[in-house]
């Protein structure tokens, strides 16, 4: 049991820490690399052409014995175009040369950073009721890990061969052999008649009842874990919801209305009710299928026991019917 937990436990780690990873960061580029490229580019090629440090221009855009004005930084008082050259060109050149950095850089300061992982990003937009969601979501993925390793051993821990080599030996009457066939085994059935043969003369019944009650209960371990996660991911992602739209809400009141803040808060509580959901879906599918599989043994077992009670129960009768029969005949006998 401990192993089990332990490697359930080590799956869900790795699983996280793979999700975890950024793929996106080694193929995106930083903003910081465009805006290291030079700011101007000088052209030689053209006679007469002077250029100051910072200004563009084409060969086209020269043309020779043209001079063109430096370009003033941003903030910076505007400096007159040189002679000889048009206002327009001037104000063309530095257009192209110095565009506005502040415009550029707005968008930037008020955008929130991106990991690039879609799950973190999702989960940062969740809002807090996303945190509740992922430690139900990592109990729910141990306890399902749990129990597949769990049943998965089982199913290489049966042994039909050796139940029917048990129920042949009560047959013929040798119960010390079908005591030692069914002694040692890990097979559920055979436990149970083991436990049933060796306590016949006391209660055969009732170490029937309990050998089996034990087995029921392993085999519906954290059953009822499962059935509470069920109920547990939509109430809480309906949470998430109440709590996304009572933050879109509260922006209502203001006198700037913040679309951006709105619009997080509506995604807030789809992400919620998208996640509670999620984990019910997945929390659903096992639970049934190993409530479906806890009925199964359940049924085996009675069956087991019904048919060692049957087989003892006319062993006892065959055995009492000689025994009957020995002392008619010997009463008989005397008679005469």
Do not use: Y
Request: proline share 7%.
């Amino acid at each position: 049991m401990k192993k089990t937990l332990i490697i359930s436990l080590c799956s869900v780690a790795f699983a996280l820490a793979a999700s975890a990873q950024d793929p996106a960061a080694s193929a995106a580029a930083s903003p910081a690399d465009a805006a290291a490229s030079p700011a101007a580019t000088v052209d030689t090629t053209a006679p007469g052409a002077s250029l100051a440090p910072g200004a563009v221009a084409s060969p086209a855009a020269a043309a020779p014995g043209t001079t063109v004005a430096p370009v003033p930084a941003v903030g910076a008082p505007a400096v007159p175009a040189a002679p000889g050259t048009s206002p327009t060109a001037a104000a063309s050149v530095t257009a192209t040369v110095a565009p506005d950095a502040n415009a550029a850089a707005q968008p930037a300061a008020t955008e929130p950073a991106a990991s690039g992982n879609f799950f973190i990003d999702n989960f940062r937009k969740g809002g807090p009721i996303m945190w509740p969601i992922l430690i139900v979501s990592i109990v729910a993925l141990t306890v399902v890990l749990e129990r597949c390793f769990w049943w998965g051993a089982r199913w290489f821990r049966r042994d039909p061969k050796r139940v029917e080599k048990v129920f042949t030996a009560i047959e013929t009457g040798d119960v010390d052999e079908a005591s030692k066939l069914a002694r040692g085994s890990r097979d559920p059935v055979l436990r149970m008649l083991w436990n049933g043969l060796n306590h016949q003369h006391a209660s055969l019944q009732g170490a029937l009842q309990v050998a089996a009650g034990i087995e029921i209960k392993r085999a519906g371990r954290f059953l009822v874990v499962m059935d509470t996660l069920v109920t547990l991911g939509p109430l809480l992602g309906l949470l998430g919801t109440i709590t996304g739209l009572i933050r879109s809400f509260s922006f209502l009141g203001s006198e700037e209305l913040a679309v951006q803040a709105v619009t997080g808060g509506i995604a807030e509580a789809l992400i919620a009710t998208a996640c509670g959901l999620g984990l019910a879906i997945f929390c659903l599918i096992p639970f049934n299928f190993f409530t479906s599989r806890v009925s199964n043994l359940e049924f085996e077992l009675q069956t087991a026991a019904t048919n060692l009670e049957v087989m003892l129960g006319a062993k006892s009768a065959a055995e009492e019917m000689a025994i009957h029969g020995t002392a008619q005949s010997v009463g008989k006998g005397s008679s005469i």
